[in-house]
């Protein structure tokens, strides 16, 4: 267990002093020597109020802060779309980081680590298992599948550019299956401290393009990821124990009830949650059934879609497919991942409920 701290905070000049002092409240001053990897989400290149990617002056804050306190910070992320280079032009890093000379990189090389059954062994980035401390720089965002993407799904980043999405297919078609790794890569990570940038978060139909940023003006950081992650959840009115991270941490007896929530941080009056309708229901063997007929399918706005390919190449399932200029999909391969509504560019690809779920959903409470 651990404090939370939740702080107001703006993109002005106050964002330093305010970074500072949470940084200094956990123990980073000491933690941050060495070598300090700093990984923010970069999921795509997106501008700065576009809330899609940690914002650059909450970057440039704590790479200052680390080079200040002794340490060599590296920024470095795995897109999920997109060069590093464009990420770091688009997304405003390029000129707030740019006096600074700090690496800003996408993660190359990997290293086996054995995160514990059932997965074993999984291949992660070595920058981040060879690093002297790592801090977890997340964004307060919805996510279709994972309904937030705070700061343990963050580190799931490390795993290194496609291998994301093998993972996905592996352990996706279960989203506690999915969790569960989650949370295990982020123990295997450990960072020494997460902020969580909620001073401009996305709701709706996160965490790409098709969310809409929302202002709900905080900072939150912890020792603890999931002591974090629990606060945010209290923050937007989310129930804790419903976050999939959360329940399977849960199941891992893992701690994340904040001991001590510090600040005064609020959330806007209604935080836009992505609607999950059903994701589980009846037995195991019914599943595949279940999934095709009442689980949210991915849908693609024909109005908004430029047909650029993103999501049908990143799709772990292969269930995408351009035919006559329209997207086609595979609802029988589809795992329900949402990975298509995660990397495309234009905002175009959504998830819809079915007839059915829609039916089962006002029947049975799910
Ligand atoms: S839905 Fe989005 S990612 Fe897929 S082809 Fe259309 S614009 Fe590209
Ligand atoms: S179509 Fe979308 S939701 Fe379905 S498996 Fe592919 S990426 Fe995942």
């Keep these: 267990m651990a404090d939370v701290e939740i702080r107001p905070a703006a993109y002005d000049n106050g964002l330093k002093p305010t970074i500072y002092r949470m940084l200094t409240n956990g123990g980073v ?3 941050a020597r060495g070598r300090v990897l700093i990984k923010p989400n970069l999921l795509l290149a997106a501008k700065p109020h576009q809330a899609i990617t940690t914002h650059p002056l909450v970057v440039r804050a704590v790479a200052r802060f680390v080079r200040d306190h002794g340490g060599t910070p ?4 795995s897109p999920a779309v997109g060069s ?6 688009v997304g405003g890093y390029r000129e707030a980081l740019q006096d600074l000379d700090v690496p800003f990189q996408a ?6 680590m054995d995160i514990g059954p059932p997965f074993g062994k999984v291949p992660l980035a070595e920058t981040a298992l060879e690093a002297d401390a790592v801090i977890n720089l997340a964004k307060l965002k919805t996510h279709s599948q994972m309904t937030l993407t705070l700061g343990v799904k963050n580190t799931f980043g490390c795993v290194v550019g496609l291998k994301k999405t093998q993972w996905h297919m592996r352990a996706g078609i279960d989203k506690a299956m999915f969790a569960r790794l989650v949370v295990q890569i982020h123990q295997a990570i450990r960072p020494v401290y997460t902020l969580i940038d909620g ?4 709701e709706g139909h996160g965490p790409g393009k098709a969310g809409h940023p929302v202002p709900v ?3 939150i950081g912890s020792t603890s990821a999931l002591a974090a992650d629990h606060a945010v959840c209290d923050l937007v009115g989310f129930p804790p124990s419903q976050l999939p991270t959360l329940a399977a941490a ?10 001590l929530v510090n600040g005064n941080g609020r959330a806007p009056a209604a935080f836009q949650l992505p609607e999950s309708g059903v994701t589980h229901f009846g037995p195991e063997w019914l599943q595949p059934l279940m999934r095709r007929h009442l689980i949210r399918r991915p849908k693609a706005d ?8 993103e999501c049908w190449q990143f799709c772990p399932a292969n269930a995408i497919r351009c035919q006559d200029d329209r997207l086609e999909f595979d609802y029988n391969a589809c795992i329900r991942c949402y990975c298509c509504i995660e990397v495309c560019p234009y905002g175009a690809m959504v998830s819809a409920e079915t007839l059915p779920g829609r039916l089962l959903r006002r029947i049975v409470p799910v």
């Design 29 to 31: 001053a000491a933690a």
């Design 74 to 77: 590296i920024i470095a992320d």
């Design 84 to 89: 590093m280079a464009r990420i770091h032009r």
């Design 107 to 112: 993660f190359e090389h990997e290293k086996t």
């Design 199 to 202: 001073i401009l978060g996305l």
């Design 217 to 219: 003006g905080v900072l």
């Design 250 to 259: 849960d199941v891992l007896s893992l701690p994340h009830h904040p001991t």
């Design 302 to 309: 024909p109005e908004k879609c430029r047909l650029c390919g």
